[in-house]
Each structure stands twice: as C-alpha cells, then as structure tokens.
C-alpha cells in the first residue's frame, strides 16, 4: 500500500491534471498535488490554505507527499453565502480529485475487496490557526472495507484500530457527540475507559489493546453515536467525506475559531480550505511511527533539529498529549535511515522555503512521508536568532530579517526574567518542557474561567492543567504563564502559547493536579487555587511561591549598562537587528516622556527627541501639587501671578533635566492641558488639609471645586482653553522653557524646544497663544543674552483643527497628531469609558481593533490626510508626527508610515516596536518597488 510513483522534479509550471480538466468550463474548486505534479503552488494560499498551498510546492520539488486535493477557501465562502449548500460543480470535480488519488495510489475509496485508500481531512485557512480546526482521519471504512483493510495489510489489530479511531473523531468532530455539560470526560475517552476496567480491570495503554477490543470498541462506539444522535454511523465513504468537508467548513465559525482569529486579526471572510489526502499509516507495527519537527529550536532559536516522535502512532497521538513522545534525535538509533532522510527534508525544506519550518511526517513500514510544512511559529528570541543566523548563512538578506520579526512580539525580548539571586535561594519542585520562554509568577488556577475572573480582578495568574486544549484559550490568553503536566513541545500549549509570547512549562510529570479538591500536590507539598507558583519557561523549571523577577538581558544591557548582558548572544542579536532599522527606516521614533529617567531610557532604546512632554504631569510630584492648587484657586490676576512664581522654578529645573538627557535631540513641550479639577481634592478630608495649609476656608475651596465641576471633562475646559482664559499660566511656562533652555545651553547641552499648544481648533486660538510665547522668547532671550533654537506648533487634536488645516498651519511650524483625542472626538466615544461597550463592538467585528489602541484608518487615519494635505498646502515643508497612543501600536506606525509623517513619538519601552515596525514599513516599500 505504499505510494506507488516516485516523486519527480519540480514542475516548471503547474501539468494540468484530470480535475483541472473537468473544470475547464466553470469556476476550478478543487486543486490536485500527488506524483510530482500539482495544480497550485505555494504561493496560492489565498485559495488553496496554508495546508494546501504548501503541500503542492513540497510535492513539485519532488519531496514524499501522499496525493491529495484541495477544495478552495472559495467553496467556504459559497458555503457561508448560500445557506451551508456547495457549488454544483464541486461533486464531479472532488470525483476527478479522488480518481487521481486512487490511479496514483493504486487503491480505491472505499474499497471491500483488495487495499481500500483511506482518506485524511483537515482544514486549512490562510494563516494556520493551531488547534483550532479540526481534523479526520482514516476517513472512507465501514464494516466491509476494514476487512479489506484487514486483509489487505495482513494486519487486523491495525485494521480495526484505525476504524475506531476513525469513528471517534468523526463521531466528535462530525456528529458532534461530546461531553455534555454533566460530564467530566469525553464520552468516547468514557467507553474506553469502562471497557479496559471490564476486560483488564485496569488503565491498560491502547497499545495493548487486541484485535477483537478494537472490534468490541467500534461496536459500542457506534451504539454511542445512535443513541446520542439518533442515527446510525454513516456506512458510505462519500457521505463520511461530505460530513467531513461541511464539518470543518462549519468550524471555522466555532467559538474557538472566532477568539483566535479576533486575538490575532484574521478576517472572517477568508474562510478555510479543506485538504482530502490518501492515508499513510504510523500505526502499522514498531517499524512505523509518527512526528513533528521544527527545522530549528523555536523556544531560543538553536540550530538544532527539534521536534518529537512517536513509534507506532498516528499524528494525532503526538500533538495530543496523551502518550509523552521521544525527541526527534533519538530517531537516529531507532530508525537510522529515515532520520538520514528526514535531515534532508530539513535542508531542503530551509533551503526552499528560506525560514524554519514546521513539519509533520509519517513513517510507514521504514518508507518517510511529509504530511504538512509551514513555517514555524517562534518566540521572539527564536525569530531574533533566526533571522540574524540566516543572514549569515546567505539564506536571507538583512532588509529580510527585519520583517522575520514581528514588531508585535518583540516587547517578548524585553520581558523580565527571574532575578538570579532569587531564584538560587528559591525550591525546584518540578521540571517540564521549556515551551515558552521567560518568567512568570503568579497565583493558580486550574480552569480557564477562574482564571479569566481572576485577571479580571487584577490578580497575577498561572493556568494550571493537565494539558490543555482550545477550549482553554481564554484562560491562556489570562493568564501570565501556563504549567502543564502532560505533552511534549508541540502540545496545544506549548504552540499557542509560544505564539502569545506567554511563558509556558509544558509535561512537567510530577504535577499532579485533582481538578475536583482544585489542589496541585507537587514533591510531597499540596498546592491550592489561589497559592502563588513561579515557572520559568526558558529552563522548565518550577517553583514553589513567588520569585521576584528581572529585567532581560536587553534592559539591563541597554539602560542599566551591564556588562555581562552585553556580551550575551541575545543582546549583540538585537543591536544588529536595531542597527538593520536605522539604516532602512525613513520614519523616525521619538518618545513621549515627562521626566529625564524616562527621556534617557527612550534615548537608549533609540528615540530620537521627545514628541510628547505633558507638562501637567510635571505637577503631580510632592509639594508642587500645592502651588498648582494655589493657582487654580486664585481669584485675581495677582494672587495667579504669585502661584505661577512658585510653579516656575520646579517647570524650570524639570525642562532643564529634560534637555540635558536629551543631548540635543529635539524636544516637543506641550502646554497644560488637564481638566483643572483633576487638580482639586474631591474628599472633605483633603480639602481641609489644604485649607489648612493654604490658609483659607475651606467654603472656599469647596465652592471652587463645585464651579470647577465639568459634566463632560473630556471636551471640557482644557488644552488652549486654559492658556486662553488665563494667559499667565502660558506665559509662565513658555519662561520656564525658555529659561530652562538657555541655561542648558550655557552647559553645552544644546537644547531645541518646539512648543506644542493643545486642542486647537480655530486659527485664532493658536495665534493668541503664539504671539504671546514669541513675546516671552524674546524677553527671555535679551535676558539671557542669547539665541534659543525653539519653534511653535500645535496638536491636530479635535476634527476641525484637522479639516481647517491650511489655515491653521499658517501659524504652527508643526503639527503632531493627538489621536487619543481625535479619535475620541471622530468617533464620538470616550476614551475613558468606551471600555464597556467596545468589546462587544470587536466581537459583532463592527471593529476590527481597539480604536484607541490602533488607528481607525478610514476615519480618524482620513481625518489625519486631510490635515496633512491641506497642512503642506500653506506649508510644505511642515514637520508633521504622532504622539497618541497609537505611536506605538505596529500596524498605526505602518499606517503613519504611508500617510508620510516624519516621525510617531511612544512610550520608552514601545520605542524598539515602533522602530521595527517603521523600519518593516520602508522594508515592505522597498520590495514591492522592486518587484514592480
Ligand atoms: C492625544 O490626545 O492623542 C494626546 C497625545 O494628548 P493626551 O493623551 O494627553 O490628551
Ligand atoms: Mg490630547
């Protein structure tokens, strides 16, 4: 029964086969591979799925994949249009598909005499979604053809094996008998179970289940499936492959499926391929097994073939947990010629493809056979060493390596790890799989709810299971790490949770969890809900209560200096990669930063100036909290007057601090801009106490904060309004930039201030503003008697700042975006309180993302063209930039890449994504210049 052709060169171009031809008139639905030759290539993922689209490449460059055929991602989006029907065509063509498959395997689909070709159905959209589709095997037996089969492979044990096996998943997947609400286990897992107590009277393996169990299996699991369902178990090999192609087109729409794909952005509308490929079999006997591999370490990026097999197995068996599998390099003792095989695989595969692959194959009687490729999912730290070691070995050039590392998982590098004097004082309780790496500590939970409600409730947490499956993503998605007891590397946990960038200790055996008690007993101690566990996902380690954590090797090596981080492998990795940036990027980072820590760590992380300084932040610090409130309660010019004086010298010495750690880089300052009763004790408690100290009554104070009251604080009296109402407060702090300025100039420390005035959105408020910094300038420059490097712009805040731009720009040398406010004011939803609804906007998919976390780039992103267009049209060369939230967000700095800005300004630590995800925009410019 072994695939009879062997496998031949690439083709040229796609040779026409029996289902193309039978297409010809009509719209082409399925796509064949099998015996060298294939319909698609890798480059059709659109129409033919991840799964499919690699299947055909691998067979055109003549690697051992079983025949197969494709139906395209299209008849999901029919199925989905057209009340879960298919095209008419799909039936003849499915028919040519499955004839090529039986001429090219010498067997027939649903055969009762002589080898029957089993099937294998799986899904495959266009990026893979792991876990969450699901998969049939063995797929066209009845109670006649597995006789054949039987007969067939001399093999009866096997035989009725794969029917069982077949008639659980189809039953699950399929017919949907699952466990019910009152059941702990899967009702199949059930009937197992009884039937070992009744024959062995104990857990026996499967393994050593006989031929006649497995025929006794098949007969109660389809009593099972009758009395769950209400009908029997289909007989009819191609009423089981319909069932299957409508059951994975139907899971694309499963919960499971819509939470991954809003968790990572795919769109609905691409819907799923589904793959039908001839049977290989791992379960033959011990000269067959089972595996998946990565080309290299995934977890930290070695050049190392990593993976896991199991002998006697069918694919399923190892990604499932449930027998721990063998590391793929013991391979090389049990089955030396197919490890020779396969570690050719590996060459060419990276060769290729030129990135690390995931793969899974099947051993069948000696013979090897790759069932699926992609290319591997990977940590941060993976995808950093990959990227740099494939530069050096010419697989990739550098502009390449940027865009292998995605801007979103980079702040992985930058997570803490646990601090090494801790750790050494701290219990080993158990040891697992490093699956994810980093540290994390947190309190236990062993389900996925109580650990979501736990997050939500702020607590830090660890989801503890026996293995997880995706009914668990919630609490994965929760939690700050994930322990398991059972499965190997590439477990449901140990790939999503790679892919999430949790941390995440996989198979650690000696975890032994009673989901009933919610205890964990571990080395002799019992562990509760709610006890504190630390696991360390980069060395697998577990222990008991919490641990301190550290920063990584890049933090330490970036802003504390340290040596030894330095010279890690790790570190000199990241500095390459950051250097590849600078030389592509056009858009430059900046940082919003109030304080000088913050602007020197922006500066190490590689800012270019400063895009935002809040000055109201500035005030919250100790005694000058006081002096602010002086001011705001002053109810005459003078007593204002003498409240600012004391202001000045803390605004004066902060801008000072500021310009010495920026070295020269440019420095944007905006003026006040808070709501003024954020200032003002609200508890009769404070208000006293700063009567007290102010010496006036507290009637006073009380009555000021009632006529201070805002209903709508957020499009209240802030931003210009305030510099506007009281000029004073402006001019006092143009004189402390100013001041501050000149004397940081005097040091050698040049100092470029752009004053920024907020919340403009009619010319006349900016002028106002502007003609009174210009007057403190140049008071302060005679003063001083010398030349300040200053310039004055305002925030495109609010829409009709944006739609009256070229008026606006007349005045402004700059503009820089606030799109935390002019999405609130586009959108008409607050950023405070649209957290209660927005969610559910995301999940009815009326948003795709967040729009205050990612720009809405049809209306706020129009908004920010139209200011920038009519912008130039008064001032060409105006510098233009972003410091709203979104400056850090990847996909925004992309967007503010394309709609020209010269630099996003974000939060220190979100500078390295951002410089990524600028340098991936230009990347993506210069390639597909390139290929035009
Ligand atoms: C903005 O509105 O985008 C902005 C940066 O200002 P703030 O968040 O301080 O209102
Ligand atoms: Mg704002």
């Known amino acids: 029964m072994a695939v009879k052709s062997k496998a031949k060169k690439p083709a040229a171009k796609a040779k026409a ?167 702990d286990h899967e009702p199949f897992e059930t009937a197992i179970h009884e039937f070992k107590h009744e024959v062995y009277h104990a857990d026996v393996e499967d393994s050593k289940l006989t031929a006649a169990d497995q025929q006794e299996l098949v007969k109660r699991f389809k009593a099972l499936v009758k009395e769950r369902t209400g009908k029997s178990f289909p007989d009819n090999p191609w009423d089981q492959l319909r069932g299957a192609a409508g059951a994975v087109f139907g899971s694309w729409m499963n919960d499971r499926a819509n939470v991954y794909r809003r968790k990572y952005n795919i769109p609905t509308e691409w819907g799923t391929a589904v793959n039908v490929q001839a049977m290989v079999f791992g379960n033959t006997g011990d000269t067959s097994g089972s595996g998946v591999a990565f080309t290299r370490n995934p977890a930290n990026g070695t050049d190392e073939f990593y993976g896991e097999f199991l002998i006697n197995a069918q694919g399923e068996d190892v990604v499932a947990g449930v027998r721990t599998p063998e590391p793929v390099l013991k391979l090389k003792d049990q089955m030396p010629k197919s490890y020779a095989e396969l570690l050719k695989v590996r060459a060419t595969l990276e060769k290729h493809f030129k990135d690390v692959q995931d793969i899974e194959f099947t051993i069948q009687e000696g013979k090897l056979f790759m069932l699926q490729t992609r290319n591997g999912k990977r940590t941060a730290a993976a995808a950093l060493k990959f990227s740099i070691d494939m530069v050096k070995e010419k697989l990739i050039d550098w502009q390449t390596a940027i865009l292998r590392n995605p801007a979103d998982q980079l702040e992985q590098l930058l997570a803490p790890i646990f601090d090494l004097n801790e750790v050494k004082k ?31 409730k702020g607590e830090k947490v660890l989801l503890v299971r026996v293995e997880t499956s995706p009914e668990d993503l ?23 949770a790679r892919q999430m960038g949790k941390v995440c200790v996989c198979g650690a055996a000696a975890v032994h969890i009673d989901y009933e008690a919610k205890t964990a007993t571990i080395a002799g101690q019992t562990f509760k809900e709610g006890d504190f566990l630390s696991i360390d996902g980069t060395s697998g380690t577990v222990y008991a209560g919490q641990i301190k954590t550290a920063p990584s090797e890049i933090i330490a090596g970036l802003l504390h200096g340290d040596k030894a981080a330095q010279a890690t492998e790790k570190f000199k990795n990241y500095a390459q990669l950051m250097k590849w ?74 801008f000072f601090g500021i310009f010495k750690a920026l070295k020269g880089f440019p420095a944007t300052i905006r003026f006040l801009d ?8 609200h508890a009769k408690e404070q208000q006293a106490d700063l009567a007290r100290k102010l010496g006036i009554p507290v009637e006073k104070i009380m009555s000021r904060v009632h006529e201070l009251h805002e209903f709508n604080p957020m499009l209240g009296f802030r931003g210009c309004r305030l510099g506007i109402r009281y000029p004073e407060i402006t001019a006092m702090q143009a004189r402390a930039v100013f001041e501050a300025a000149a004397d940081a100039n005097k040091q050698g420390f040049k100092a470029k201030p752009e004053i920024m005035i907020p919340l403009v959105g009619f010319k006349k408020e900016l002028d106002l503003q502007v003609e009174l910094v210009h007057s403190v300038a140049k008071a302060v420059q005679a003063e001083k008697k010398t030349k300040i490097a200053y310039s004055v712009g305002t925030m495109i805040e609010i829409p009709r700042g944006a739609l009256t731009a070229d008026e606006i720009a007349e005045t402004a040398e700059f503009f820089s975006f606030g799109t935390n406010d002019l999405t609130q004011t586009c959108l008409g939803m607050s950023r405070d309180d649209s957290g209660s609804f927005l969610p559910a906007y995301a999940e009815s998919e009326i948003v795709k993302k967040n729009p205050f976390a990612s720009i809405d780039q049809t209306g706020v992103g129009q908004l920010m063209q139209i200011a920038i267009t009519k912008g130039r049209s008064k001032r060409p060369d105006i510098k233009l930039g972003i410091c709203g939230e979104h400056g850090g967000d990847p996909d925004s700095v992309k967007f503010c890449h394309k709609i020209g800005l010269s630099y996003v300004s974000c939060s220190p630590y979100r500078v390295p994504v951002a410089r990524l995800a600028a340098a991936q925009a230009a990347v993506s410019d210069l390639m597909a210049a390139k290929k035009k």
């Open 17 to 183: 086969s029996p289902a193309t031809k039978s297409a010809a008139k009509g719209t082409k639905y399925v796509y064949t591979w099998g015996a060298g030759r294939a319909d698609g290539d890798g480059s059709m993922k659109p129409l033919l799925g991840g799964k499919g689209a690699n299947l055909a490449e691998m067979t055109r460059i003549g690697l051992p994949v079983p025949p197969g055929f494709t139906v395209t991602t299209e008849v999901c989006t029919y199925f989905y249009a057209n009340k879960k029907t298919y095209p008419a065509s799909l039936q003849a063509q499915m028919e040519a598909g499955m004839a090529n498959m039986e001429k090219i395997m010498g067997t027939k689909f649903g055969a009762t005499e002589g080898m029957p070709l089993l099937v294998a159905v799986r899904s495959g959209a266009r990026d893979s979604m792991p876990g969450m589709m699901d998969t049939i095997l063995n797929l066209g037996l009845n109670d006649k053809s597995v006789l054949a089969l039987s007969q067939a492979t001399k093999n009866e044990r096997f035989a009725w094996d794969c029917y069982r096996r077949f008639i659980q998943m189809y039953g699950d997947v399929v017919l949907g008998v699952q466990k019910r609400e009152n059941e």
């Open 426 to 456: 701290a219990t080993v309780i158990a040891t697992g799989l490093p699956a994810g790496p980093g540290a994390a500590t947190g309190k236990i939970y062993f389900n996925a709810d109580r650990s979501v409600q736990a997050a939500e």
């Open 474 to 496: 919630r609490g994965m998605i929760a939690a700050e790490g994930i322990l398991t007891a059972r499965g190997g590397v590439s477990s449901h946990a140990a790939l999503v």
């Open 581 to 654: 940036c600078s030389q592509a990027t056009k858009l430059s980072v900046r940082t919003n930063a109030d304080t000088p820590e913050q602007t020197q760590n922006a500066i190490a992380f590689g800012a270019v100036g400063i895009g935002l300084t809040r000055t109201e932040h500035m005030f919250f610090e100790g005694d000058r909290i006081d002096a602010m409130r002086e001011m705001i309660l002053a109810d005459s010019l003078e007593a204002r007057q003498t409240a600012l004086a004391k202001l000045l010298p803390y605004q004066r010495d902060d």
């Open 674 to 681: 808070p709501p003024l009763h954020e200032f003002l004790p």
